[in-house]
């Protein structure tokens, strides 16, 4: 579960409170244009359909061209469709019309930190260092370059700063954690999250990464109830749902997976790890056409992910051998559709034909008790 994606959804919400408290930049007509613009785009972009949204967040900024937090939220569309160079662009627009969208400062940066432009990151941040109501920011960011150079001792140093400035900060809590798992600190990293579920039972993103240290540490029954508790106090949220379907399966707990992950689907029928899920279920069943459709489904959604391509794989390879073995019984019976009625036609002398009936009774005994022999032979009256 990749934990620092779901931030994002914290973008989106910034914007639909912007276009709420529009108010004398227009006729109401206008307004009600651009919280209608912004509603759809957010449908679209939960729905990962990012060019639908993209269209209807520049439809909102035809109509306020100054609005920041709709900039914001368009980089962050440029950067789910790749598109890296416009998504800088919207970030700058964005802190061009309000130079304090402490947001769009951090989203420029980490952009700029995935794209290996450190230098551009070094000049950002020494920009932003002088002013107050940034110095939270400001090592933060030297934290993420710190991580970017896989320097995590530099990096927890930089969290914990940031941490002290700004405390409660909770994407700054998050990357402290990981920070402290990278640097052995595991117990350090259980405690801030436990005190994080404490403040906010509802915390999901807290519950998944303490639910992943336990399952990396084999306390797989931990991380399900966890999880568990988490999803109870966010019953709509279908990646939750999922993230535990996963974890019972792992325990071989395949009905309470399939009930978590049938869900899941119904809040959500694009979630991934959903797909992902109930693709293994099928797989696990040996129904290769269903564990295909799912696992296609899901590595659409997220093409990176490794363990859904690996899944895919086997259920190919599932496929296969299906298709090799109905072949070869196909091709069998065939064969005994020709022998068999020749070797029940033979006339024998009545001394042996009494025996030729009782083999051929056992023969016949036999093959029915196969299931696939059943299905492939086709029985005709005994001659006398």
């Known amino acids: 579960m990749n934990l620092r994606t779901w931030n994002l959804g914290g973008i989106i919400f910034l914007v639909s409170i912007s276009a709420i408290l529009i108010s004398g930049c227009g006729g109401s007509s206008d307004e009600e244009k651009v919280q209608r613009a912004i509603g759809k785009a957010e449908t679209f972009y939960k729905a990962g359909l990012f060019k639908e949204a993209l269209a209807h967040y520049q439809e909102a900024l035809a109509i306020q061209p100054t609005d920041a937090a709709i900039l914001l939220a368009m980089g962050q569309t440029y950067e789910a469709l790749s598109l890296n160079r416009d998504a800088l662009g919207s970030y700058d627009e964005a802190i061009r019309f309000d130079s304090r969208l402490e947001q769009a400062y951090r989203q420029k940066a980490l952009l700029l930190i995935k794209d290996g432009k450190i230098e551009e990151v070094d000049k950002l941040v020494a920009g932003i260092e002088a002013k107050k109501e940034m110095e939270g920011l400001v090592p933060f960011l030297k934290g993420e370059v710190a991580r970017s150079r896989n320097d995590w001792n530099g990096a927890l140093e930089f969290y914990q700063a940031a941490d002290r400035l700004r405390p409660g900060s909770r994407e700054t809590q998050y990357a402290l954690a990981e920070a402290y798992q990278r640097t052995g ?200």
Request: a positive charge; aromatic letters at 6%.
């Open 185 to 384: 600190k595991p117990e350090d990293a259980i405690n801030l999250l436990e005190q994080m579920l404490r403040t906010n039972p509802a915390e999901f993103m807290a519950a998944g990464q303490l639910s992943t240290i336990y399952q990396n540490r084999g306390e797989t029954s931990k991380a399900i109830q966890i999880l568990s508790q988490t999803s109870q106090a966010n019953p709509q949220l279908a990646p939750l749902r999922s993230a535990l379907a996963d974890l019972l399966f792992t325990a071989n707990r395949d009905e309470e997976a399939s009930k978590e992950v049938q869900e899941a689907l119904k809040l959500d029928p694009d979630d991934a790890m959903g797909l992902y899920v109930r693709g293994r279920l099928s797989l696990k069943k040996g129904d290769a056409a269903s564990a295909l459709k799912d696992l296609e489904g899901a590595i659409k959604r997220r093409p990176e992910e490794e363990s859904f391509r690996r899944a895919y794989r086997e259920a190919r390879s599932l496929q296969a051998r299906w298709s090799r073995r109905s072949k070869w019984f196909h091709k069998r019976s065939r064969n005994r559709e020709k022998l068999l009625p020749c070797f029940l036609s033979w006339r024998m002398p009545a001394s042996i034909r009494e025996s030729r009936n009782r083999l051929c009774a056992a023969l016949k005994k036999s093959l029915l008790s196969n299931p696939r022999a059943r299905m492939l032979i086709s029985w005709r009256p005994w001659p006398t």
